[in-house]
């Protein structure tokens, strides 16, 4: 596994870092790599990601061009007078 160096980290940051890690019983470093997993995306998560999007782009457009689920208010009135 790659190691990572960080050099000038301003002090508030790593401030903030060690009340981060210690207050969940973790290190520094595990800390920041969790951070970095959230925020970077892999190259893996970005194609799932545009999957998903054509996946629900797909389903948009298959609900656009369908009839509508529900009938409007005046359908349903004529329909309850009508029986």
């Known amino acids: ?3 990572l160096y960080i050099e000038n980290v ?3 940051t790593y401030d903030a870092l060690r009340r981060h890690a210690k207050s969940r019983r973790r290190s520094i470093a595990s800390i920041v790599v969790a ?3 959230e925020s970077i995306p892999t190259s893996a998560e970005l ?3 545009q ?3 054509l996946t629900l ?3 948009l457009s298959r609900k656009s061009r369908s009839a509508r689920a ?3 208010s ?3 009135q004529r329909q309850d007078r009508a029986r």
Request: glycine share 0%; hydrophobic share 40%; charged share 30%.
């Open 1 to 3: 596994m790659p190691t």
């Open 10 to 12: 301003p002090a508030s």
């Open 35 to 37: 951070l970095l997993e």
């Open 47 to 49: 194609k799932a990601r």
């Open 51 to 53: 999957e998903l999007l």
């Open 57 to 59: 782009e797909n389903n």
């Open 70 to 72: 529900f009938p409007s």
């Open 74 to 76: 005046d359908e349903m």
